[in-house]
């Protein structure tokens, strides 16, 4: 019913910069809080950083200042743009948004098919 589809990812040497994209589409009512999350290998999947539908956002420590989030709300995109990367960033990364689907009362999380940032000279 719902689909996230991420694209951006790819092989950056340090200091370099990426940017992700996602698109929702579906029979999607509305998109709360929208965000990414990573998991790097051996490691859980953290929080990267999310976007309300007001705009306000919120970021791991470890990005802050790096990374900037933003949405479209009339597209039902969000997008991570990552400056300075570092080695430390690599991981797959993973597009997340609790949407309403038409005809639902509840908000549910859905999540994308993840996409790999590999950070290394």
């Known amino acids: 019913q719902v689909q996230l589809v991420e694209s951006g990812g790819g092989l950056v040497q340090p200091g370099g910069s990426l940017r992700l994209s996602c698109a929702a589409s579906?029979?999607?009512?509305?998109?709360?809080?929208m965000g990414w999350y990573r998991q790097a290998p051996g490691k859980e999947r953290e929080l990267v950083a999310t976007?309300?539908?007001?705009?306000?956002?919120n970021y791991a420590d470890s990005v802050k200042g790096r990374f900037t989030i933003a949405r479209d709300n009339a597209k039902n995109t969000v997008a991570l743009q990552m400056n300075s990367l570092k080695p430390e960033d690599t991981a797959v990364y993973y597009c997340?948004?609790?949407?309403?689907?038409?005809?639902?009362?509840?908000?549910?999380?859905?999540w994308g098919q993840g996409t790999q940032v590999t950070v290394s000279s």
């Open positions: 997340n948004a609790r949407i309403r689907v038409v005809g639902a009362i509840l908000v549910n999380h859905y």
């Open positions: 579906g029979s999607i009512f509305n998109i709360n809080t």
């Open positions: 976007i309300t539908n007001d705009g306000s956002t």
